[in-house]
């Protein structure tokens, strides 16, 4: 087998820095998970992060934004999202008010045309921020749960970052200075096309590991009880495999514990029962939990 190389042990040491700046935010990020976001920088590739909805994967654009000193400008996805709404428009409110105010002034000629279609009077939106942002920062674009907007929004979209510019009629086209890293969240609720995947690095970002759960919260709470800590996790780790129609995510197992910590730190039948609308956010599900799976739990991950 080769021995590594000089730029084998400086990317290693690239991504070992990016996880230690990910943790320094409150980010427990594995290798794998911060090599794809090494790769994407290099490369200057869109990230596209698919896992089940509460395992992270918007508060990974949001801590590599504030891991990298860079401004987060965020798109959030849904069904029926427009251009406009993406991109930019023009404020017509004010526009109307200014060519009243030129007309009380007296006759107005072509001049007033080019003034109105002014940037002074463009509402920027997330797309056309990230891609022409009004300081000198760095920016994150997060463009979240894109498979949740239509398929037309999805072509506009490889379309803007594919090239990185954006055409204004009126303007001329704007075109990026400096690409922003991009982070697209999904969570399948539908197939997204192949031609988004093609132009995207890849990363599935599963349910955390027990141990690994342990230190997000202990990030996340640092005057959580260790011993509280593991064992709401390893309860947690039963829930998620437990066939429950809403499986709770790292948000409901963190928000869980300081409810837990809240009311004395005590892990028993009774605290679990009181809390359990912390961590399980279905009613048929809670009936179900309260009714008894949550101490059967509770016994089946030692706890109990």
């Avoid at 829930?239 to 009311?263: F, M």
């Amino acid at each position: 087998m080769a021995e590594p190389g000089p730029a084998d042990a400086a990317s290693d040491d690239a991504v070992a820095g990016l996880v230690a700046a990910l943790a320094g935010t409150g980010y427990v990020a594995d290798r794998e998970l911060a090599l794809v976001l090494h790769l994407a920088e290099v490369l200057e590739l869109p990230v596209l992060l698919e896992g089940e909805p509460g395992v992270g994967k918007t508060a990974v654009a949001e801590a590599l934004a504030e891991a990298t000193g860079a401004r987060l400008v965020r798109l959030q996805c849904y069904e029926g999202l427009a251009a406009h709404h993406a991109l930019y428009e023009w404020d017509y409110a004010r526009q109307l008010l200014a060519i009243r105010m030129a007309e009380a002034r007296g006759p107005v000629g072509d001049e007033l045309r080019a003034e109105v279609f002014s940037p002074e009077f463009l509402l920027r939106r997330p797309l056309l921020e990230a891609i022409d942002p009004q300081d000198d920062r760095p920016v994150v674009l997060l463009v979240d749960e894109v498979d949740r907007a239509d398929q037309e929004f999805e072509a506009l979209l490889l379309e803007v970052l594919g090239q990185f510019q954006v055409t204004v009629p009126e303007l001329g086209t704007i075109v990026a200075a400096r690409r922003p890293r991009v982070v697209l969240t999904a969570n399948r609720t539908r197939a997204l096309s192949d031609a988004l995947r093609r132009r995207c690095l890849y990363h599935w970002l599963p349910y955390p590991t027990t141990d690994r759960e342990v230190q997000i919260v202990e990030a996340r709470i640092p005057g959580a009880p260790d011993e509280l800590v593991r064992r709401a996790c390893a309860l947690v780790a039963r829930v998620r495999a437990g066939g429950y129609r809403k499986t709770p995510g790292v948000s409901e197992t963190v928000d869980w514990i300081r409810a837990l910590t809240a009311l004395g730190g005590e892990l028993d039948p009774r605290a679990v029962h009181d809390t359990a609308g912390c961590l399980v956010k279905d009613a048929d599900d809670l009936a179900r939990f309260r009714a008894g799976d949550g101490e059967r739990l509770l016994r089946a991950a030692g706890v109990g």
